[in-house]
Structure formats: C-alpha cells, structure tokens
Nanobody, 130 residues
Framework: VQLQASGGGLVQPGGSLRLSCAAS????????IGWFRQAPGKEREGVFC????????YYADSVSGRFTHSRDNAKNTLYLQMNNMKPEDTAVYYC????????????????????????WGKGTQVTVSS
C-alpha cells in the first residue's frame, strides 16, 4: 500500500488549499482512510477520517465546518478541502490508512488513534501565514 500526499503550500489566513491522497494497493472504500497533522513541538493529531464501510466521516472539532472531503474513485484519490484557514492549521499533514480490525474511525473518539495506523503517506507541509 502506498499513499501519495500532495497539495501543501503557503496560504494566507482565510485562504484555501486542497490536499490530495492518491492511494495504490488499496481501493478507497475498502479501508478507513484520512488525514493527521503534526505541528512543531506537538503530537500528531487526527484531522479527518472516513470509514469506508459505512461512509461516515469524522472531523476534528478544530476544523469542523472549515474542512471537507471528497474523492475521485476513478483516480483512487481522496481530497481534503481546507477553507478559511488559520495560522493554527500550520503543520505537516499526513495521509493515513488503517486495517478495519484496528477500530480506527469506527467512533469519533478513535480519530486520534495514531497507533491504529498501519500505512502513512509522506507528509506535506501546510503553512498559514500572512
């Protein structure tokens, strides 16, 4: 399984970016998949995940209402649209996938379960600054 993340960059506060996660070796919808981020000096935190079986998605409270997701099944790619961005969104963003047996993304409280992840993409830097 490979997860290729892209789309990071520098954006001003209030601006938008769209991250992409192109998956190979798995089909979107077969496994829970989503995004984590890690800011300097902080722990890695869950931003968003979607349970491939139920289609239920969870967002961190800090991004709810500003971030949305979509996917292109033909390209086997998951997108994270980030709007009204804030300086506190600055971090390295990682695409992630887990096995169903891990329980990740089965409940909202599992969003931050870093240890449940068995596939990580390379991080993409997102910087929100004026």
């Amino acid at each position: 399984v490979q997860l290729q993340a892209s789309g990071g960059g520098l954006v001003q506060p209030g601006g938008s970016l769209r991250l992409s996660c192109a998956a190979s070796g798995l089909t979107l919808g077969d496994r829970p998949i989503g995004w984590f981020r890690q800011a300097p000096g902080k722990e890695r935190e869950g931003v968003f995940c979607i349970d491939g079986d139920s289609g239920i998605a969870y967002y961190a409270d800090s991004v709810s209402g500003r971030f949305t997701h979509s996917r292109d099944n033909a390209k086997n790619t998951l997108y994270l649209q980030m709007n009204n961005m804030k300086p506190e969104d600055t971090a390295v963003y990682y695409c992630a996938a887990a096995d169903y047996r891990s329980g990740w993304c089965r409940h909202r409280r599992t969003l931050n379960s870093v240890n449940a992840i068995d596939n990580w993409g390379k991080g993409t830097q997102v910087t929100v600054s004026s």
